[in-house]
């Protein structure tokens, strides 16, 4: 019976920590990474030899960095043994939700995200492929804990043989850890929802590996695009019912930061900045007399909130 991944962790304890970064998207969203990959070239221990308990089911948990809600890709290092024959290795990429609480560990029906299946190409040397998956966009909930992860369940026996998963055996990733799962006798799917995933090597147990080597990227939804937020700020001026004169002034203003978006030429961002603030002034100068307060004011924050965004994507 073939053994389909063999688990490999990093013992260099000089090499890499976890990076999460936060930085501003284009109109306010924000794009939030985490950064554990590979480091190919550190010593490293088997997980299991040839004969020991294969494993079909290797995953990372984690939390949502703060401010994003949106996971847009991850990504695993994976490569095959150094030994003949050297086939392909093929498996899928899953996402689902995490039952973290003590006695439990393991994963949470529905399947949130799948990838089609993906094969290793190395010949045997050792170098990890980089494997990553884009999920097209999968809004999670801040408040719960998942499970990246990667398995040969849902395929057919002996389609696959021995291959490698880099981790790490440091605590690199505060909101996370490696987890896994040998269903190899059942070949059973389910079993990832109704058993508890294991975290170490019961073969060599000295050895505790605490993260996988991953890497994701987050993101949140900003606002509307500029141009979009534009034609609502005309509208909410229109349903105002505004003296003509008033009306067509702030229209005029609003037409030419439309257009100076409309030719695509980022320069030009900065006029319309001027004409939103031409609009800005000109709101400020009727407020509580030919506009109402109240509506000046939500009139302006929606000017300036078009200006913020025009600042960040220029």
């Known amino acids: 019976m073939n ?3 063999v688990f490999l962790c990093i013992m260099l304890l000089s090499f890499g920590i976890a990076r999460i970064a936060n930085a501003n998207a284009e109109c306010g969203g924000e794009v939030c990474n985490i950064t554990l990959g590979s480091v190919s070239d550190a010593p490293r221990s088997t997980f299991g030899e040839k004969g020991a308990g294969a494993v079909e089911t290797f995953g990372q948990t984690f939390k949502l960095p703060e401010g994003c809600t949106v996971l847009d890709s991850f990504t695993f290092f994976v490569d095959n043994l150094d030994r003949a024959p050297w086939d392909p290795t093929t498996f899928k990429a899953y996402v689902m939700e995490w039952d973290d609480r003590i006695g439990e560990k393991h994963a949470i029906e529905p399947v949130l995200y799948q990838s089609a299946p993906v094969s290793t190409t190395t010949d045997g ?3 990890f492929e980089e494997f990553m ?9 801040p408040t719960l804990v998942y499970v990246a992860f990667i398995s040969v369940a849902e395929l057919s026996v002996g389609s696959f043989e021995d291959a490698r998963v880099d981790a790490w055996d440091l605590d690199l990733y505060e909101d996370g850890s490696f987890f896994f799962h040998d269903q190899i006798t059942t070949h059973d799917f389910s079993e990832l929802t109704t ?5 170490h090597d019961t073969d060599t147990p000295e050895i505790v590996r605490i993260d996988l080597a991953f890497n994701m990227t987050f993101s949140s939804p900003g606002p509307p695009a500029p141009e979009v937020q534009l034609e609502g700020l005309a509208q909410q001026v229109f349903e105002l ?3 003509k ?3 067509n002034s702030l229209d005029a203003k609003l037409d030419s930061a439309l257009n100076a978006l409309a030719d695509f030429n980022e320069n030009n961002d ?3 900045i001027n004409s939103l603030q031409a609009f800005i002034n000109a709101v400020a100068a009727q407020s509580g007399n030919k506009i109402p307060e109240g509506d000046a004011t939500e009139l302006i924050e929606a000017a300036r909130a078009i200006i913020e965004c025009l600042s960040l994507s220029s």
């Open 133 to 141: 998956f884009p999920t097209g966009g999968l809004t999670l909930d």
């Open 195 to 199: 058993k508890v995933w294991d975290t």
């Open 245 to 247: 004169g008033i009306d």
């Open 3 to 5: 053994k389909f991944f």
């Open 125 to 127: 040397t050792p170098t």
């Open 270 to 272: 900065v006029a319309a």
């Open 241 to 243: 019912n505004l003296q």
